[in-house]
């Protein structure tokens, strides 16, 4: 099972029809089976979408799919290229004043259910601050897309959206496999942040777990919103946990430049599971 993260930055990107087309043509060549993606954003007062080939969650009055809605424009290339995905979108909150920043998943499998929890105190669309994750059930299991606050953030610190979302995750995670994929806003090689506080809730990292994996840095430096953090140098934001302890052959960075293009200002993350056994441990 191949699982793939990727912050996307959308819209924001310069000469994004091309970057579109070209992570479409990478998923065409190595077809992962989740794709967890953050920053799917659509300008608010773009034209309404007569496409709505996806499971829209939690729509706010004003956020209905839009034409622009990067989730759409790649789900019509990838249908245009004869691959099947299935995909949900949740807008979250308003982004840079102007669009409807939300969260996506696309399945190769058919989603039975999504969730849409929410993460942070604040429960306002136009309130920035405000965070909510977006889940879909496969036969695999279930899947979120994350993208939480920083560790250190004063209103909405990590570590208390951690807890709001845990028990929340712990209602599936009895009986069923569990997947976190997405922008956790922490460098997971920090010592006493978020990866300690996930690991320590009974979560495994999949890089950790990799018997095969690189350097892991998904930012080679300052990032938009990072302008003010303490951290300026790589960092390794972007991560894939699970519930249970799986075995993970590979963990890898994509689209930092070396083998694929850059595509936003994060890389992507993509980590395979041997799931032959058809058992978690």
């Known amino acids: 099972m191949k699982l793939l993260t990727l912050n996307t930055h959308s819209l924001q990107e310069t000469n994004m029809a091309q970057k579109q087309d070209l992570f479409c043509a990478w998923i065409e060549n190595e077809q992962p089976d989740i794709i967890a993606l953050q920053e799917v954003n659509q300008n608010m007062d773009a034209p309404a979408a007569d496409d709505l080939a996806c499971a829209l969650v939690w729509k706010p009055e004003q956020a209905i799919l839009r034409e622009d809605n990067h989730g759409l424009a790649l789900a019509r290339r990838l249908a245009k290229a004869g691959l099947h995905y299935e995909w949900a979108w949740l807008p979250m909150k308003i982004g840079y004043d102007r669009y409807d920043e939300g969260l996506a998943i696309f399945s190769r499998k058919k989603i039975l259910k999504t969730e849409n929890l929410l993460a942070s105190k604040i429960d306002t669309y136009t309130d920035f601050r405000t965070r909510r994750i977006l889940g879909v059930q496969t036969e695999d299991g279930w899947f979120y897309s994350i993208h939480l606050s920083w560790w250190n953030d004063p209103h909405e610190p990590f570590a208390l959206q951690w807890q709001r979302l845990l ?29 300690d506080l996930v690991r320590q809730s009974g979560y495994f990292d999949t890089y950790v777990l990799a018997k095969k994996k690189d350097a892991g840095y998904t930012v080679g430096g300052v990032i938009d919103g990072w302008e ?15 519930g249970h302890k799986e075995n993970v052959t590979e963990s890898r ?11 936003s200002d994060h890389y992507g993350l993509l980590v395979e599971i041997d799931d032959s056994r058809g058992a978690h441990e």
Not at 228 to 242: H, L, M, T, V, Y
């Open 253 to 263: 960075v994509v689209f930092n430049g070396e083998k694929e293009p850059v595509l």
């Open 228 to 242: 003010n953090q303490p951290q300026s140098g790589p960092k390794r934001i972007d991560q894939i946990w699970a």
């Open 167 to 195: 028990p929340q995750l712990e209602k599936h995670s009895k009986d069923s496999p569990v997947y976190l994929l997405g922008d956790f806003n922490s460098d997971a090689f920090l010592p006493g942040e978020s990866a």
